[in-house]
T-cell receptor, first 112, second 116 residues
Framework: SQQGEEDPQALSIQEGENATMNCSYKTSINNLQWYRQNSGRGLVHLILIRSNEREKHSGRLRVTLDTSKKSSSLLITASRAADTASYFCATDSMDSNYQLIWGAGTKLIIKP | NAGVTQTPKFQVLKTGQSMTLQCAQDMNHEYMSWYRQDPGMGLRLIHYSVGAGITDQGEVPNGYNVSRSTTEDFPLRLLSAAPSQTSVYFC???????????????FGPGTRLTVT
């Protein structure tokens, strides 16, 4: 069962523009994590945000969490061709016995 | 550190064959897990382990077995391969979760399995 659902499923933007991806989930969570997956590769951790946090930054990445709306967003500023990848959110909760439940991902394409 | 390693990278099996996917990590992580990734879907948890000698089922355990005899290794066994098991398999490791939730997961490069 999928807890997180990313929106949009696919996003294509010009290099230099900002990219925003959203993740919605169904139950109360402990933590929400974002990962990147380049084509044919394993997933790489980007940011972990805890349920009592509202915003976190890491370089050009900004993640927000709104627990009242059960949603999170990932903003990539000043996008680069190397940001082309799929992005996944994953949540853990007591309901999932602390196991990560994953969304289907957003496929981001950065056009040069 | 090599991180999380998986072998083989690619495998083709015939229906009914069995095989073992290998996973090893050198970060002394207590928690290890196996996922499968199918097109258009997120990762689905097959089995996980919170330490040597301890394993548990995830969301889609049928047709797979695991064991954890050492902290470093967590092999996944396909007992009798079926076409529905055609997928990309990822192994991941992390510090073990607490009541505060999970930690950053480190992923292997994946094994692409085709069952004909």
């Amino acid at each position: 069962s999928q807890q997180g659902e990313e929106d949009p499923q696919a996003l294509s933007i010009q290099e230099g523009e900002n990219a925003t991806m959203n993740c919605s989930y169904k139950t109360s969570i402990n933590n929400l994590q974002w990962y990147r997956q380049n084509s044919g590769r394993g997933l790489v951790h980007l940011i972990l945000i805890r349920s009592n946090e509202r915003e976190k930054h890491s370089g050009r990445l900004r993640v927000t969490l709104d627990t009242s709306k059960k949603s999170s967003s990932l903003l990539i500023t000043a996008s680069r061709a190397a940001d082309t990848a799929s992005y996944f959110c994953a949540t853990d909760s007591m309901d999932s016995n602390y196991q990560l439940i994953w969304g289907a991902g957003t496929k981001l394409i950065i056009k040069p | 550190n090599a991180g999380v390693t998986q072998t083989p990278k690619f495998q083709v099996l015939k229906t009914g064959q069995s095989m073992t996917l290998q996973c090893a990590q050198d970060m002394n992580h207590e928690y290890m897990s196996w996922y499968r990734q199918d097109p258009g879907m997120g990762l689905r948890l097959i089995h996980y382990s919170v330490g040597a000698g301890i394993t548990d089922q995830g969301e889609v355990p049928n047709g797979y077995n695991v064991s954890r005899s050492t902290t470093e290794d967590f092999p996944l066994r396909l007992l009798s391969a079926a076409p529905s098991q055609t997928s990309v398999y990822f192994c991941a490791s992390s510090y073990s979760y607490t009541s505060g939730g999970t930690y950053e997961q480190y992923f292997g490069p994946g094994t692409r399995l085709t069952v004909t």
